[in-house]
T-cell receptor, first 113, second 114 residues
Framework: NAGVTQTPKFQVLKTGQSMTLQCAQD?????MYWYRQDPGMGLRLIYY???????DKGEVPNGYNVSRLNKREFSLRLESAAPSQTSVYFC????????????FGNGTRLTVT | AQSVTQLGSHVSVSEGALVLLRCNYS??????LFWYVQYPNQGLQLLLK??????LVKGINGFEAEFKKSETSFHLTKPSAHMSDAAEYFC????????????FGRGTSLIVHP
């Protein structure tokens, strides 16, 4: 049982380049999330998808786009990377119930030079 | 609206000593509360959660937390720290009633000295 799988694990981009971070879960969860983690800032929500076919902005959506490809997959795209987007990105999923915990992937470490 | 405050970005204890990590929350509706642990270069893992019922919640690795509504707190404790407990700990709140968005605290780094 893989849980939440993120690819790639590491990535280095130059300013202005684009890339897509991939996320897939095999737990049949309805909700999926993208967070970024920066030192001293905790986890900040970028986008989330409450169910297949819907996406909504979180706390820090600027510079990002997302696609809920199907129930399993939720991708995050950086159209024109900036150094401020250097961070560790985590994908998570959860069941529909309010008391469902989040299940996290192992993260993607992105450096933008 | 909901929010979480974790007091202390770093907590340092000696091996065998009591661990106490503080979390206070605010929520306009009854909350669900969670503690997660993050080991280096890994994602977050669930330690324990409070939903309803018993206010003292036991989790993995000997950790427990007590929900105190009057104090709006959900502090995490462990009687005796082990070196393997060194990690980042996050408190999170998720409001009951249909909100899909949990709110996380900024995290507390637990340092365990031999």
């Amino acid at each position: 049982n893989a849980g939440v799988t993120q690819t790639p694990k590491f990535q280095v981009l130059k300013t202005g380049q684009s890339m897509t971070l991939q996320c897939a879960q095999d737990m049949n969860h309805n909700s999926m999330y993208w967070y970024r983690q920066d030192p001293g800032m905790g986890l900040r929500l970028i986008y989330y998808s409450a169910s297949e076919g819907t996406t909504d902005k979180g706390e820090v959506p600027n510079g990002y786009n997302v696609s809920r490809l199907n129930k399993r997959e939720f991708s995050l795209r950086l159209e024109s990377a900036a150094p401020s987007q250097t961070s560790v990105y985590f994908c998570a999923s959860s069941g529909q119930a309010d008391n469902s915990p989040l299940h996290f992937g192992n993260g993607t470490r992105l450096t933008v030079t | 609206a909901q929010s979480v405050t974790q007091l202390g970005s770093h907590v340092s204890v000696s091996e065998g000593a009591l661990v106490l990590l503080r979390c206070n929350y605010s929520s306009s509706v009854p909350p669900y509360l969670f503690w997660y642990v993050q080991y280096p270069n890994q994602g977050l893992q669930l330690l324990l959660k409070y939903t309803t019922g018993a206010t003292l919640v036991k989790g993995i690795n000997g950790f427990e937390a007590e929900f105190k509504k009057s104090e709006t707190s959900f502090h995490l404790t462990k009687p005796s720290a082990h070196m393997s407990d060194a990690a980042e700990y996050f408190c999170a709140v998720r409001a009951s009633g249909g909100s899909y968005i949990p709110t996380f605290g900024r995290g507390t780094s637990l340092i365990v000295h031999p």
